[in-house]
């Protein structure tokens, strides 16, 4: 599965329509200003300040699901773009609580589609955030939570262009992953369906158009239209050029159309960002160095690749499993053994 960085984590960059004249609504003028303030910082990696400012919001609106979410959501982010599980317990915290408060809040505001979006929010987060430690039926269970809950903030709002993020997503990756059920009553292929509400949003919405730059470049990746999802990814790193998710799917998009240079580039400042993390991913280490020794090889550098397919395979030792999250492409496990079948070849040349 691509790395999507979540059905629902389009809230850490949404807003609503107010009107036809395409204003956003949120609980006040301050509301708006703050997560407008948060998400740049959060754009530019600045989470210490992002999380500050969402305390902020928090503290404005203490029952509402609002400020919990978008703290959760910052850990999270965090946690996903190095695969590391330093900022658990504050995630965790943080998004049972927005669950908690949003469930409450909703109970009493019915018609309040900010409660249902950001409740729906909490849940697809922590659905997410199962997926990646390959918790698969707790995924499931809050991943159609937070699918419940955002139907109902649609319904009560219907020209939400942002809201589209999510559900795209949801149709493409519903239809990717099931295509084999295809001919079963209940089961149709609705990939271009998602493919186009992703279109949308990025035309038509505000904040969430980012996200879906990212939602795109996945579906492109996952349908192998490998142009396709680099020139959305070009524009992704040309505003985001230190955010890992973007480097490593270039990186990946490289790999798939075999430009090697570019591969070992792109994969070697990826590598840069990720050892000058004060936290750090054995395993994220590990495809990178095996990705850089296969651009090698395919560079005819075969001693270098050696080396690099070398540093991939003693890292492993030092890895310890419960302490990182698998990546978006391929688990641990397959990457490792990619890995040690290259290294085998090279040097039993």
């Known amino acids: 599965m691509v790395r999507l960085r979540s059905i629902i984590q389009i809230l850490l960059w949404l807003l609503f329509l107010r009107t036809a004249e395409a204003q956003y609504i949120s609980y006040s003028p301050e509301t708006d200003s703050l997560i407008q303030v948060g998400m740049n910082q959060v754009h530019q990696l600045e989470t210490d300040s992002a999380l500050v400012t969402f305390d902020v919001l928090a503290k404005i609106y203490p029952d509402n ?67 990646k430690k390959r918790d698969w039926i707790d995924a499931f269970v809050d991943g159609l939570k937070g699918l419940n809950n955002l139907k109902k903030s649609v319904a009560i709002r219907e020209d939400f262009y942002d809201a589209y993020f999510g559900l795209g997503m949801y149709h493409y990756w519903r239809s990717a992953m099931t295509k084999k059920l295809f001919f079963l009553p209940g089961f149709k292929d609705e990939r271009q369906r998602g493919i186009n509400e992703l279109k949308l949003v990025i035309e038509k919405g505000k904040y969430a158009a980012i996200e879906s730059h990212f939602g795109l470049v996945a579906c492109y990746y996952n349908e192998a239209e490998y142009d396709s999802a680099l020139a959305v990814n070009d524009v992704l790193y040309s505003q985001f050029t230190f955010d890992p998710s973007v480097l490593y799917m270039r990186a990946r998009i490289f790999e798939k159309t075999e430009k090697w240079q570019n591969l070992y580039d792109m994969t070697q400042a990826l590598y840069k960002l990720l050892m000058d993390f004060p936290h750090k991913s054995v395993g994220y280490q590990v495809e990178c160095h095996y990705l850089m020794g296969l651009a090698l090889q395919n560079l005819n550098q075969t001693g270098e690749a050696i080396t690099h397919l070398e540093t991939a395979l003693a890292l492993k030792k030092s890895r310890k499993k419960k302490a990182e999250l698998e990546g978006p492409l391929e688990d641990f496990d397959d990457i490792y053994k990619n890995a040690k079948k290259l290294h085998k070849r090279l040097t039993s040349l």
């Open 65 to 131: 699901p609002i400020g919990y979410f978008y703290k959760g959501a910052v850990h999270d982010l965090v946690n996903q773009n190095y695969r590391i599980t330093v900022f658990e317990k504050e995630f965790e915290t943080e998004i049972d609580l927005a669950i908690k408060k949003g469930k409450n809040f909703v109970k009493k505001n019915k018609k309040d589609p900010l409660g249902f979006f950001y409740l729906g929010g909490a849940y697809g987060f922590r659905g997410l955030h199962a997926a």
